[in-house]
């Protein structure tokens, strides 16, 4: 199929790519810069710089595809996370840019429209698995992705196929988001917020990549895409330790929780996540069953970078020491 593909750069992007590749898809791929674009062009891939608020640009660009894959999202940087308009762009590209994608699709020959969306913020639920018939109770900073899930609606109420995966939370070598809670943990301290008893449900970024392939062929629907075994709180940071040679960190107090705001909110719950309706309608697995046996694989992967992560390249000082 023709797929066009927004996000292509992204961490899941870049993986996802060679997965359309192999399965003889031909991808035209959203760029903003010309070192991006020359990148992906000699792998084969037709890549494009298009402004996706644009929707005179849009519509040309969409015209004549099968899938339209939106995964552009534009995160903030770790000292800036915690400020409400750190996260306006973000906010724009879920509710402005997957509406303007969804019109050009529907204006064209797209079958197919698939949405990133974020399984984290279901209501906490204690131990209580959560399917994706559970209504979603964002926080301040990401209820946009209401408006990206509702444009993916949409295309399905026009007669075709909007499939929106809820991505579980991501980690990998190439996180931000990973490398400073490996930072933390050899220091002795877990940045995550919430009981130790808590649940999170996780997922790599090699399984979500395989998982918007999965969605190629899905019926259109909501499907959340996480691993097989969702953690508690206290395991997960262990797992972590583990992986990493030191000490089982010490987790954040109760009353630091606030501090952080929404965003401190939203990581404290418990969500104990099903991946049940995926892997039945399409066969997809993940890789790794549990962040457990991916914290393997993340710190090797690591350990060859010493140049880019040179805190896994020295011994770790555990606590007391």
Do not use: C
Request: proline share 6%; aromatic share 8%.
């Amino acid at each position: 199929m023709r797929v066009f593909l927004t996000g292509a750069t992204g961490v899941v992007g870049r993986r996802l790519v060679p997965l359309l590749q192999t399965a003889g898809h031909e991808v035209t791929a959203v760029v903003r810069s010309t070192v991006a674009r020359a990148e992906l062009t000699t792998k084969g891939v037709r890549a494009i710089e298009v402004n996706l608020f644009d929707s005179a640009a849009v519509s040309p660009a969409v015209a004549g595809q099968d899938v339209v894959v939106n995964l552009a999202t534009h995160i903030p940087d770790p000292s800036r996370m915690f400020l409400p308009w750190a996260w306006r762009e973000n906010d724009r590209l879920r509710r402005v840019a997957s509406a303007i994608l969804v019109d050009a699709s529907l204006a064209s020959t797209v079958g197919r429209f698939v949405q990133e969306s974020f399984a984290p913020v279901y209501p906490d639920s204690g131990s209580e698995w959560i399917d994706e018939r559970v209504s979603l109770s964002p926080v301040g900073f990401n209820r946009s992705i209401l408006d990206a899930e509702a444009s993916a609606e949409r295309f399905s109420q026009a007669g075709r196929a909007g499939v929106v995966l809820r991505f579980g939370g991501f980690y990998g070598h190439d996180a931000f988001q990973t490398t400073e809670m490996i930072k933390y943990t050899r220091k002795g301290w877990a940045l995550l917020p919430g009981s130790p008893g808590a649940y999170i449900s996780s997922l790599s970024h090699d399984d979500a990549a395989t998982a918007v392939a999965a969605a190629l062929t899905l019926p259109a629907g909501i499907y959340n895409a996480v691993d097989d075994e969702p953690m508690t709180h206290r395991a997960f940071v262990d797992s972590l330790a583990e992986a990493l040679g030191v000490r089982a960190p010490k987790l954040l107090p109760a009353w630091i929780t606030p501090l952080f705001g929404s965003l401190g909110a939203l990581a404290s719950r418990s969500l104990r996540i099903s991946n049940h309706k995926l892997r039945s309608a399409s066969g997809w697995t993940p890789r790794y069953s549990n962040v457990r046996q991916g914290w393997g694989a993340v710190v090797a992967q690591l350990r060859t970078e010493p140049l880019l992560f040179q805190d896994l390249a020295r011994p770790a000082k555990h606590r007391g020491e």
